[in-house]
């Protein structure tokens, strides 16, 4: 097995990947009807999704509401049952385990969640929180808990003196520390983190990125970083995925990807980053005409054929694979390359 | 890319800080005491469970020896007065308290734990565990509390057990539907799911997470429930199930007062206050838990 991984063709480094993720699935059954329920079909949110990530690399996945994001960072942890596919963290394949080996890796993999309001119980103390990692997996003491909680307080840079507090005495940045903070305790080596800074305010995402960056700096985390927030993305990751009707369309190093987009999608999505100067305007930005498809029944052939300004027959019959290119991006295209004058150009027509 | 691995060595201060801390029992406690309707349901409650434990002594009179003296109004002799068949009502309000308190408890408490366990299972688990609850549920809904108590307590005779079981059964739809709701909206916050992602068992889950949160709304049903039972109770002492005469029981001293409403109000105050008391204390020593339990409730 370990072979077949080495030569796959998603494998752009040549150092062994914590996460190797192979041909992932997630549908959901739609059920119709009263008393009898059948499942009709399935909205297929993840849909044979593979990529590799590097241990103390950080992979931002990005694309817009709907397009499987959040879905994949939680099937990744099999928060939701995978409905095929690999999930290999340090080899082991977390979708065929049972559920008592399972409950044992979990240590090695953590989810910073979106909304550190919903996220943390109301009713815990913030000890209670951010020791229930510890108390779940025990081998502490009780003196070493409360040692070990004040400790990742502290890491986290919160006041170990608040720790018999309630989290409605915290601030919506301080929420996410402790969350960050609960997260941590178990010494994971692998961090999803769930659009962490969205629900925050823009004065306080700043501050959590940089704590999120430090901690990876110092405890050689490896992150998923999923948002929908381009800039952010740009700013932590070292590689990105566009995901578009839950399938990664590009993958790339972030510099590359933001100078040159291989994918049409890639293209008209990274044109959508503001620009935070007013007298230049964002006049290339490319807008791209309807909605997204119903997931539940997604295009023949490649998926983004119906709001692609490049596609051909090709495209509608057969759907492209994510494909190494010459600058080292992986692109599920047909095309070779298409650039924004091709864009600007099929546009003014 | 650096080092992998944990290296979490920073140094710990503030140890005195850390250690020095008060319990979740002990600011709970402190909560509680603050809070005076608390402490005055309390006291009422303990009063009462005193009351019923030594009604022996407390008595002035034997509950159900009767004297010529009928249908007397409140007096030195006979502070809440005597019935139509001369007996002390004091003394009959008293041991009354015996059957009363046990039936209105121990009901509450059958019902809570049969009305959880059934609300928990069809909450947490959904899927066919939940429409064979809800089945159950609507299968108990669709007669009226009372009268499942009735059968019940005719299969299994009128024991003070068999009416304390008989109204439990007739009343956990109650507290189980409410379990199954609130849990059912509870299992799906990040909370639970941030849990689950850390190891957490359906146990661990349950006990940490969800019975908290399901608590503030089952001690205000509880409180409710307590008089509501004891009404039971007389209701089947009437129907010939549940105490009979001439032991007294609340609501059996209320049902029968009712006829002499007129000639002799004080045979419905008085055993009706002991209920609104009971009631009244069960509430506000519910609210004051309530309010003890919930950290946004505190200063």
């Given at each position: 097995m370990n072979n077949e991984h080495s030569s796959h063709p998603l494998r752009t480094h040549p150092t062994k990947p914590i996460i190797s993720v192979r041909n992932l699935k997630k549908y959901f059954p739609v059920k119709k009807g009263l008393l009898i329920k059948r499942v009709t079909g399935s909205i297929k949110a993840v849909d044979d999704v593979s990529f590799d990530v590097q241990a103390g690399e950080t992979l931002g996945v990005v694309g817009e509401s709907g397009c499987g994001k959040s879905t994949l960072g939680r099937t990744l942890l099999r928060l939701y049952e995978p409905t095929g596919g690999e999930i290999l963290i340090d080899g082991i394949d977390l979708a065929s385990l049972k559920p008592q080996e399972l409950v044992k890796q979990r240590k090695s993999m953590q989810m910073i969640f979106q909304d550190p309001y919903a996220s943390i119980?109301?009713?815990?103390?913030v000890a209670s929180i951010i020791a229930e990692p510890l108390r779940i997996h025990r081998g502490l003491s009780g003196t070493e808990t409360r040692d070990r909680v004040a400790e990742l307080m502290r890491l986290v840079e919160l006041n170990p003196k608040f720790l018999n507090r309630y989290p409605h005495e915290f601030s919506g940045g301080q929420r996410q520390r402790i969350g960050i903070a609960r997260a941590l305790a178990l010494n994971p080596k692998v961090v999803i983190c769930d659009e962490p800074i969205s629900a925050l305010d823009v004065s306080i995402q700043a501050q959590v990125i940089n704590l999120l960056g430090e901690l990876q700096q110092r405890l050689g985390l490896t992150y998923v970083f999923i948002s929908h927030d381009l800039s952010m993305v740009r700013h932590i990751s070292t590689r990105i995925a566009v995901m578009y009707l839950g399938r990664i369309v590009e993958i790339a190093d972030r510099k590359s990807l933001f100078a040159a987009p291989r994918h049409p999608y890639s293209q008209a999505l990274l044109s959508a980053v503001c620009v935070?100067?007013?007298?230049?305007?964002?006049?290339n930005e490319i807008i791209l005409e309807g909605d997204p498809p119903n997931p539940a029944r997604p295009p023949s052939g490649c998926r983004f054929n119906t709001r692609c300004?490049?596609?051909?027959e090709r495209c509608l019959r057969e759907e492209p694979e994510l494909t190494p290119r010459a600058d080292g991006h992986l692109a599920a295209c047909h095309l070779e390359r298409t650039t924004l004058e091709d864009f600007k150009g099929r546009f003014s027509e | 890319m650096s080092q992998v691995g944990?290296?979490?060595s920073l140094p710990v201060v503030d140890q005195t800080e850390v250690h020095a801390r008060t319990t979740e029992f002990q600011i709970i406690r402190r909560n509680f005491v603050k809070n005076r309707g608390a402490i005055a349901g309390l006291a009422i409650i303990l009063a009462l469970v005193f009351t019923a434990i030594f009604a022996d002594v407390l008595a002035p009179y034997d509950p159900i020896e009767q004297s010529r003296a009928f249908m007397e109004p409140p007096s030195a002799a006979h502070l809440f007065g005597t019935d139509a068949l001369g007996r002390d009502l004091l003394s009959r309000v008293i041991y009354g308290a015996r059957v009363s308190l046990a039936v209105g408890l121990g009901a509450v408490l059958i019902a809570l734990l049969i009305g959880m366990f059934v609300g928990l299972m069809g909450g947490y688990f959904g899927g066919r565990v939940d429409a064979f609850v809800v089945m159950v549920i609507d299968t108990f809904m669709s007669f009226p509390g009372l009268l499942v108590a009735m059968v019940i307590a005719a299969m299994l005779g009128s024991s003070l057990p068999v009416v304390m079981l008989a109204i439990g059964i007739g009343e956990f739809t109650l507290f189980a539907r409410l379990v199954r709701s609130v849990v059912y909206t509870e299992r799906e916050r990040d909370f639970v799911l941030a849990s689950r992602s850390l190891g957490a068992s359906s146990f661990h889950i349950l006990i940490t997470h969800i019975i908290p949160n399901i608590l503030p709304s089952l001690i205000v049903l509880v409180t409710l429930s307590i008089g509501n039972a004891i009404l039971s109770a007389a209701a089947l002492g009437f129907l010939?199930?549940?105490?009979?005469?001439?032991?007294?029981e609340w609501g059996n001293l209320v049902n029968i007062g009712q006829e002499y409403m007129r000639e002799a109000p004080w045979l419905v105050w008085f055993p009706g206050l002991a209920i609104v008391a009971t009631v009244l204390g069960a509430n506000m020593l519910g609210d004051g838990l309530r309010d003890a339990l919930d950290p946004k409730h505190r200063r």
């Open positions: 119980n109301p009713r815990l103390t935070p100067d007013p007298k230049r305007s964002n006049s300004p490049f596609a051909f | 944990p290296t979490l010939g199930l549940g105490a009979q005469p001439p032991t007294p």
